[in-house]
């Protein structure tokens, strides 16, 4: 299952989320220039239990190497496809779990999430000497956090059947314990102590992201964290949006609702606006005209359900203002 997008929109830009990716694909650049040193490289940089548990391999490293792998670990990749799939997930589910928390709350939120996977996976792989990299378990922290969160959200997602891309529209609880579960019975059936991908990272940082969603969800903001949200605050909603219309009866109309901002219904914008009916799933150019006020109506004329002698009714959209 790869997921495409979710449904519920940000309200500010996620700075930290995108800082996170352009951060994590600097480091991979970094890390493929090293040529012949690169396992060296990992080795240093990545985490191996074994560095921390077998103490003559241990006395090879200093007390801040120690530390700093525990964080550097989870900013290299085993290749560009593995850098590709995390930095995916993170831009899918990272915008609304910053949304949630704010900005300085979200930068500490995952760290601590990919400390945590970190912590789980060097707990039950002791005296492994393989190094485990990757942003995984921390981007499980941000999904955990995000399956609490937004249980309700709609997640579109690409599954391929005999080559045949299908997307289909699965909620967010489904499509994640989905995911939960794959990764449990993946860490169940691998062996102890052996290479390959740290599943018991991914759920650590996933049951560890719900924890501390609660846990930095009862902390207050502080005035640094309100000025920074109100400055990176999105005066535009997105440009696509999906319109789940109703149409009652012999009524030829559709109707739903479209959602805009208050900076949007002041000035004007136009929006990409997608309307599933039955076996269609048509996409409409909508105008929204200046100084737009909640409750008015836009009409797009003969867009509507097909009557009888071949007539169409309209697409009726109210308009309603993001907070």
């Known amino acids: 299952m790869i997921p495409?997008?979710?449904?519920v929109p940000s309200r500010r830009y996620p700075v930290v989320?995108?800082?996170?990716?352009v951060l994590n694909a600097l480091v991979y650049m970094i890390q493929m220039a090293q040529g012949p040193g690169l396992e060296r490289f990992i080795y240093y940089y990545g985490l191996v239990p074994a560095r921390y548990t077998v103490e003559p391999i241990s006395?090879?490293?200093?007390?801040?190497?120690?530390?700093?792998?525990?964080?550097?670990f989870m900013f290299l990749h085993g290749g560009f496809f593995h850098l590709l799939g995390n930095?995916?997930?993170?831009?899918?589910?990272?915008?609304?779990?910053?949304?949630?928390?704010?900005?300085?709350?979200?930068?500490?939120f995952y760290l601590l999430c990919g400390l945590?996977?970190?912590i789980s996976h060097l707990a039950l792989n002791a005296h492994s000497n393989v190094p485990t990299i990757g942003a995984s378990g921390a981007i499980a922290g941000v999904m955990g956090a995000y399956f609490l969160?937004?249980?309700?959200?709609k997640i579109l997602t690409l599954i391929p059947i005999f080559f045949i891309p299908y997307f289909i529209e699965l909620p967010a609880f489904v499509f994640l314990g989905i995911w939960f579960l794959f990764q449990f019975l993946s860490a169940a059936g691998s062996q102890a102590m052996g290479g390959g991908i740290a599943w018991w990272a991914h759920i650590g940082g996933f049951l560890f992201g719900m924890l501390f969603l609660k846990i930095f969800g009862a902390v207050p903001s502080t005035g640094i964290s309100r000025a920074v949200n109100r400055m990176t605050e999105k005066k535009k909603s997105h440009r696509l949006q999906v319109v789940r219309a109703r149409g009652d009866g012999e009524d030829p109309n559709l109707y739903g609702t479209i959602r805009i901002t208050p900076f949007e219904a002041l000035v004007g914008t136009r929006k990409l606006v997608n309307v599933p009916w039955g076996f269609h799933n048509r996409v409409f150019r909508v105008s929204v005209p200046a100084d737009t006020r909640p409750g008015n109506r836009l009409r797009l004329k003969g867009m509507?359900?097909?009557?009888?002698?071949?007539?169409?009714?309209?697409?009726?959209?109210?308009?309603e203002l993001e907070d």
Request: hydrophobic share 40%; net charge negative.
């Open 59 to 72: 006395a090879y490293f200093s007390t801040g190497q120690q530390l700093f792998s525990l964080l550097s």
């Open 149 to 153: 969160a937004y249980p309700a959200s």
């Open 17 to 21: 989320t995108h800082g996170m990716i």
């Open 304 to 319: 509507g359900k097909q009557l009888p002698d071949g007539t169409r009714g309209d697409i009726i959209l109210t308009v």
């Open 4 to 7: 495409i997008r979710d449904t």
């Open 116 to 118: 945590a996977s970190g």
């Open 87 to 108: 930095m995916w997930s993170l831009y899918i589910f990272g915008d609304n779990v910053e949304d949630r928390l704010g900005h300085v709350r979200y930068l500490a």
